[in-house]
């Protein structure tokens, strides 16, 4: 069997923490950050994890994390 190869993309993107949860940046914080509240973009800086209905597509796109 070959080795899989990972998809790059995904890789510079999500993070796996130590309890095997995928982390990710918020979207929407790179530009047009005038109309949305202080509040708004504070918040958009936190890394979140990753959706669990993603989860199964996620690990299979990133075979080696």
Known sequence: ???????????????????GNLKRNKAYKSHILTKKTTKRKRNLRKAT???A?????????LPYL
Request: aromatic share 4%; net charge positive.
């Open 1 to 19: 069997m070959p080795k899989i190869k990972t998809k790059r993309a995904a890789a510079k993107r999500f993070k796996m923490t130590a309890g």
């Open 49 to 51: 994890m990753t959706d």
């Open 53 to 61: 209905t993603n989860v199964k597509n996620m690990k299979k796109i």
